[in-house]
């Protein structure tokens, strides 16, 4: 697996949408004693939680109706998207690659949730793609 420097290290990654990133990343640091990983821009952003473990926060405001959604790490994303065609879920966003080195889709299950699978396939510092990192 490649070191990546802008997605986690770690398999399954919970989303939560905020109205306010910056609000966010201040409450969640300080009420739970999470630090900041990577904030990116104004919309979204990476918290450390504990060893190894992560959130992705995604802003509200940007036409994101979820409440949460869960990331998961797979070792080849269009294998996986393909299964989950094949067994009825709803594909919302085909494989993409993403220039911060991850391709990803995202799929609803058969009771609305939303998941988000990503495959890393470049190591890229995250000053590359205009991203701020803090603690990686």
């Avoid at 306010?20 to 904030?39: E, P, S, V, Y």
């Avoid at 990116?40 to 802003?59: K, S």
């Amino acid at each position: 697996m490649l070191s990546n420097r802008s997605i986690p290290n770690t398999i399954v990654i919970p989303e939560l949408a905020y109205p306010d990133i910056g609000g966010a990343i201040d409450w969640l640091c300080k009420a739970f004693g999470f630090t900041l990983r990577i904030r990116i821009g104004d919309h979204r952003a990476q918290l450390n939680v504990g060893e190894g473990g992560a959130v992705v926060l995604i802003e509200q405001n940007r036409g994101v109706a979820l409440q949460s959604a869960v990331m998961v790490r797979v070792a080849d994303v269009d294998a996986h998207c393909e299964r989950a065609r094949q067994n009825g879920g709803k594909i919302l966003r085909e494989p993409k690659d993403y220039p911060y080195g991850e391709r990803q889709y995202n799929v609803e299950d058969f009771a609305g949730h939303h998941w988000c699978f990503s495959q890393s396939i470049a190591d890229v510092d995250p000053k590359d793609w205009g991203g701020t990192p803090a603690e990686l």
